[in-house]
């Protein structure tokens, strides 16, 4: 079965902490992606990965660093950890297009992160 | 620039009642179309996709949802609700950009579908 695994389903931070997100799937999937999901704005993009070492940013990248260093992990990085990014943060992996994939994603559980 | 637009916020309902999620895209090429659903404190979960052939596309549990090209809309149906149907509903599209080739999805803003006894 299909699986995107998330290393904390909470997480409380404070203020100008460093903070990690690590994801991680089993599907051998070429993209990986990083969300963070707020009432009313639904999903917006903020990195995305389509290799090892490659990296993308998405809609809203300010604030935030990834890595991939491994096919199946993929971590998110707050550099210094504000009160505005108090947000579920979700992962997602999918087969590359070009390989015969559909574009269809695969979540993880979902983080949902305080920073106080 | 692409976007979907889903038109109502949150979609009450009672038990039993007929039930329509509206989604429209903006794109003038061929998309790939899906919804997502949210239960409370869970991540998304394929609903139902449709990538080409058949217009209507159907799920195990009873929702289907109509690709119309003319109407660039991507309604969800279901013709009997149940309580524990009762979560957040996405729709998304292909995202062309770079010509499509990342695989990326742009998503809609939700629909909450409460459905009450």
């Known amino acids: 079965d299909v699986k995107v695994t998330q290393s904390s389903r909470y997480l409380v931070k404070r203020t100008g902490e460093k903070v990690f997100l690590e994801c991680v799937q089993d599907m051998d999937h070429e993209n990986m992606f990083w969300y963070r999901q707020d009432p009313g704005l639904g999903l917006r993009l903020i990195y995305f990965?389509?290799?090892?070492?490659?990296?993308e940013k998405g809609d809203i990248p300010e604030g935030y660093s990834v890595s991939r260093e491994k096919k199946e992990r993929f971590s998110l990085i707050l550099e210094s950890a504000s009160t505005n990014q108090t947000s579920m943060y979700l992962c997602?992996?999918?087969?590359?297009?070009?390989?015969?994939?559909?574009?269809?994603?695969?979540f993880g559980p979902g983080t949902r992160l305080t920073v106080t | 620039a692409q976007s979907v637009t889903q038109l109502d916020s949150q979609v009450p309902v009672f038990e039993e009642a007929p039930v329509e999620l509206r989604c429209n895209y903006s794109?003038?090429?061929?998309?790939?179309l899906f919804w997502y659903v949210q239960y409370p404190n869970q991540g998304l979960q394929l609903l139902l996709k449709y990538l080409s052939g058949s217009t209507l596309v159907e799920s195990i549990n009873g929702f289907e949802a109509e690709f119309n090209k003319s109407q660039t809309s991507f309604h969800l149906r279901k013709p009997s609700v149940h309580i524990s149907d009762t979560a957040e509903y996405f729709c998304a599209v292909s995202d062309l950009r770079n010509g499509g080739s990342q695989g990326n999805l742009i998503f809609g803003k939700g629909t909450k579908l409460s459905v009450k006894p």
């Open positions: 997602a992996s999918s087969l590359w297009s070009g390989t015969g994939g559909s574009y269809e994603q695969y």
């Open positions: 990965s389509y290799d090892v070492k490659m990296k």
């Open positions: 794109s003038s090429v061929s998309v790939y």
